[in-house]
Nanobody, 123 residues
Framework: QVQLVESGGDLVQPGGSLRLSCAAS????????MGWYRQAPGNQRELVAT???????NYAFSVRGRFTISRDNDKNAVYLQMNSMKPEDTAVYYC?????????????????WGQGTQVTVSS
C-alpha cells in the first residue's frame, strides 16, 4: 500500500500565497501520476492539478496561471504552489497518487489519497 501525508494548509489573506506538500511512503511501489484535488463545503471533490512521472501537467481552468504543481520523483513527493489566492480557493485539499504496488505474487494499480489539509483564504 501507499500512504500519502499532506502538509502546508493554513489561513491566508486574499492575494497571498501558500505551498502544499505531499509525501508518499510504503514499500514496493512505483508512482505514476500525482495530483491535488479539493473539496469545499457542500461541493463535490474537484481536480486542481495533476502531474505525470515525466512532468506533464494539467490544471483546472479556475487555477491556471495562479497555481503550479511540481514533483520530486526521488522523494516521491508532490507540491502545489498557490499564488494570487482567492476566497473561492478555500477548501480541504487532498493529495492523490496512482501507483503500481507489488505484492508477493502479483502487482496491482492502486489509487491513494491523503487525509486532507485545510486551506482558508479570508481577510
Amino acid at each position: 500500500q501507499v500512504q500519502l501525508v499532506e502538509s502546508g494548509g493554513d489561513l491566508v489573506q486574499p492575494g497571498g500565497s501558500l505551498r502544499l506538500s505531499c509525501a508518499a511512503s510504503g514499500s514496493n511501489f512505483r508512482i505514476y501520476s500525482m495530483g491535488w484535488y479539493r473539496q469545499a463545503p457542500g461541493n463535490q471533490r474537484e481536480l486542481v492539478a495533476t502531474i505525470t512521472s515525466s512532468g506533464s501537467t494539467n490544471y483546472a481552468f479556475s487555477v491556471r496561471g495562479r497555481f503550479t504543481i511540481s514533483r520530486d520523483n526521488d522523494k516521491n513527493a508532490v507540491y502545489l504552489q498557490m499564488n494570487s489566492m482567492k476566497p473561492e480557493d478555500t477548501a480541504v485539499y487532498y493529495c492523490n497518487a496512482e501507483a503500481r504496488v507489488s505484492y508477493s505474487d502479483y502487482a496491482a494499480m492502486e489509487t491513494a489519497w491523503g487525509q486532507g489539509t485545510q486551506v482558508t483564504v479570508s481577510s
